[in-house]
């Protein structure tokens, strides 16, 4: 039997080809809008750390200005002091912390044809890598002595050591990065968490930083950071670089695991003494407030997804109810037209049932081709959303399998309730009165 | 055959309220041919729809075969209307976009048979009804009177045992409406009960027997060949 | 002549198809009128005056490679070869780039020590060339000259004495009063006298609710960066950069040189205004297209189911044009309540828009103009079907359908 219906949608279709044109081209465009930015959507809200998102917290002290509170949604420092994040560092409650910032060296390799380059670098604690589940494919990460000393060491992306080294194990070579000799202890695999997790302060969709280098190497190389270092008491800092470090300036990330509930809560009571302890020391001066978030609550305290970006998902959503209502307004054309015909079966020994379902494999047919097309504009949406935005949303901007099967769901589920309505009223409709002589 | 008993039927529009059928009852034997007539508006067409079970009645007992036919649902209305019964309308009411073979197919592809069987049914009853050479052709490539016989081809297909015939020679000429009284007449002598409303008196003489319908009621019985036995009221 | 009442009558015979389209027309201004005051916020953002001359400057980004390099000694090479290069107007060195989405802040007040209610600026530290190199208008004052440069370490404090604002700035800070003379303090004791003020200049960051509030002082730090602008002669900017990278490291290889037009980075900040714009002016058209489509369809099968009517109400002697207006008359009150509904929602998702998602408000005006729009939108999709119609015969009447 559904051959037969199947048979019959297709004729029909062909009798009508512009109206079934008008139709699968209104689905498709429904379909192919909201799937471009809903794909976005979906891409920016992926959490790369979802299966630590337990244990892993973004951890922000409120050591700001007591007379004005930090401009953002929860009124604490994206970032931390130095000098507090030295501090935390010294806490053995967490499993693995990590205190960090982005910043640039030129980087060559000597006695070779490479031309100097600069290169985005993270400087971090050695946790990085394990809190983060960062795989590496040579070597490891550094000991922990070069978190508090100098030690030239570095770890690889991996394109970077394809690039200096052509992939090689290249652990134990050396690296020039401005001009001071590092020995390479680690290469690490693809890892693209997009949005950067890790970092949303500095553009969200950025690519992960090329070299790692220890966080103990701030003084001897007077590291500054190449993200946002906002202060707020310019006329206490001291003199020199000492001066900056012990500043009231903040430009360190701070993340910490915690494994449990206990763990947490012995690291919030940890929190809780330090800031009341620098109370007493005169800092701190607004109330007493940090926060833990873990890496989902992060993507939204930072809004990830921007308001323009839920505006564009909220638009192609209201596109697609249009061009839905449009499908049910024209399938209801069609089928009322097509009234009699339906009410001849019905004479000859066709059920409601049979009736309705005619009519909605009619409509779905619709759906399908609909939804195939959509895919296809949606393919196009996404390459002009990336010719857009000059290259600032390729990590985003495509298209994987869920979402190919989210927009054929989506074109059938649409087409399925555009014919819903149409397939039942003409199912319902009494077949005697089609039948009169007129 | 068939058996209404005090059938009512009302249709209710938003200020009043027609009743097309009043206490209307009726037997049909099997084998027999009843022609009905009655002034335009009597309720003709509503006593067909009921008896073919395209409508419900409002009230009364519908017995056909002597199944209480009035509760049933949507389901069983319509297997029972593709397999015993079969429609003939004064509009002939084919589809346009099928041509005459396929026409033919529809109440055969409800009613479930296979390819080969529908094949077979359908060139033996277009045959019968002498258009076999035109299976191909659509039906606004006919005249008037071979629509017809289509439309009596298709009713025929399902081997129904009950034909309900709505002013089936209305739209013909006087010669056509006769080659279509003598197919029918054909087919009830191979024991189709036929039930035929017409305006034409000479065709109404021409069945078993011929009732009247003014108001919503059957009105006058008269027998007007040798039954063995009239139908009661 | 309207024959209102019986076109009421129709239409409430036919109301799921007719509210159908009632319903897409609401959806639709609901949509586009939201649509229409984002695109023109937009618009008008992109087309903000920057100050400066966008389409003559590169940018330059030099990064010494040596840990302890002299930038301080670069610098003055540096320009001093910048500026004598053929086709090139003037050179400036400074810690940003404009309109790059990327620089310093600072806030500012007028009182010594004064921790309170002070104004956030943009702060550049650059060069006497700067008004000359981005095409600034000096409005009043004095530019700073190259005894009040001050060249230091990053890390060391000095004190600035002296620097040039832009007229918004002030406009702020001291509202209403001649700013130039008028000191500036960062938090501490130590006055920055403003000595002069620019007409205009939208900054580093052309998101920032500041933007347009800058400061600009006299001074170069010997950081292991730095950025240089270039300005060209006007047509000439491809020209010139050509040779830049080549030029530099010619006199210094130590450095890795990176450039870039200042009108990619312009592009790359409105990049995403740009692409708010293109999609939504997208979208609007596609709907108005598809409800046109829409429309156009139903009228058809709306003239079609009636053909005989038609024929008949011919016959009986109206002309072509009651015909076609019968059909025009009926979709404007489609139309009607379709916009009738498409207001009250279009207010109702502003609301929202305007709440959650820090979108501008929609006034009475933009909102009439888009319910114009779409009347005109439903009323010519109608109208070659309704002409159509028109031309139904007479005799039509007397077939059977
Ligand atoms: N669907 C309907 N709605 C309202 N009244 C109807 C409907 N169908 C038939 N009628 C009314 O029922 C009566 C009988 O109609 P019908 O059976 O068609 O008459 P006939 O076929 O004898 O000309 C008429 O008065 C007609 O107006
Ligand atoms: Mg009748």
Known sequence: MIGYYISLALRSLRSTPILSALMVAAIAVGVGASMTVLTLNYMMSQNALEHKDDVLFAVQLDSWDVNKAYDNANEIPWQLTYKDAQALLRSDIPTHQVAMHRYGFTVELEDSAIRPYTADIRVTTRDFFSLFDVPFIYGGTWEKTADGSPMQVVVLSKATNEKLFSGENSVGKTVVLNSQPFTVIGVIDTWEPSPKIYDVNNSSFAEVESLFVPFGLHRKLEIYSWGNTNGWDSGEEGEGYEGFLQSESVWIQFWVELSDSEQKAGYESFLTAYIQGQKDQGRFERPLKFALSKPSEWLVLNEVLSDDNRVLGWVSLAFLLVCVINAVALLLAKFLRKAPEAGVRRALGASRNAIFTQHLIESSTIGILGGIAGILLAFMGISGIRYLAMGQLDTVARIDWVMVAAAIGLALIASLLAGLYPAWRISRTNPSIYLKTQ | ?233 | MLELQPMLSALWRNKVPALLISLQLALTLAIISNIVIIIQERIEKIGRPTGIAVEEIIAINVMAIPQDYDMIGAISADMDLLRKLPLVKDATVTNQVPLSQSGSAGTFYTQPNQKVGGENSNRYNTDPNFINTLGLKLVAGRNFTNTEMQYYDPSEIRDVNVAVITQQFAENIYPGQDPIGKPLYDGDSHPIEIIGVVERHLGAWVDWSKAGNVAFFPIARNTQDINYLVRAEPGKRDEVLKTLVEKLSERDPQRVIKTRILSEYVARSYAGDNLMVKVLSIVAATLSFIVALGIVGLTIFWINQRAKQIGVKRALGATRSNISRYFLVENSLIAVTGIALGSAAALIVNQYMVRDYSQPVLTLVPLSICALLVLVVSLTAALAPALRAANISPATATRSV
């Open chain 2, 1 to 233: 055959m068939l058996k209404m008993h005090n059938v009512r039927k009302s249709f209710r529009t938003d200020t009043i309220e027609t009743h097309a059928l009043r206490d209307f009852s009726l037997e049909v034997k099997e084998g027999e041919f009843v022609s009905v007539t009655g002034p335009s508006g009597s309720g003709k067409t509503t006593f067909l729809n009921i008896a073919g079970l395209l409508e419900t009645p409002t009230g009364g007992q519908y017995l056909l075969d002597s199944e209480d036919v009035s509760n049933l649902n949507d389901r069983q209305r319509s297997r029972l209307r593709n397999e015993k019964i079969g429609f003939i309308f004064q509009g002939f009411n084919l589809i346009p976009d099928l041509n005459l073979f396929d026409n033919i197919d529809v109440p055969l592809r409800y009613r479930g048979f296979n390819a080969k069987e529908r094949r077979k049914r359908i060139e033996k009853v277009l045959e019968q009804v002498g258009l076999s050479a035109r299976a191909k052709h659509l039906p606004a490539q006919l005249s008037g009177g071979q629509q017809q016989r289509v439309a009596i081809a298709r009713a025929l297909a399902g081997e129904p045992r009950f034909l309900l015939a709505d002013e089936p020679t209305g739209n013909l000429d006087s010669l056509m409406a006769r080659q279509v009284m003598e197919l029918l007449e054909f087919i009830n002598e191979w024991g189709t009960t036929i039930v035929m409303v017409t305006h034409d008196p000479e065709l109404a003489r021409r069945a078993h027997r011929n009732i009247q319908i003014v108001d919503g009621q059957v009105c006058d019985l008269r027998t007007l060949t040798e039954q063995p036995e009239a139908a009661t009221a």
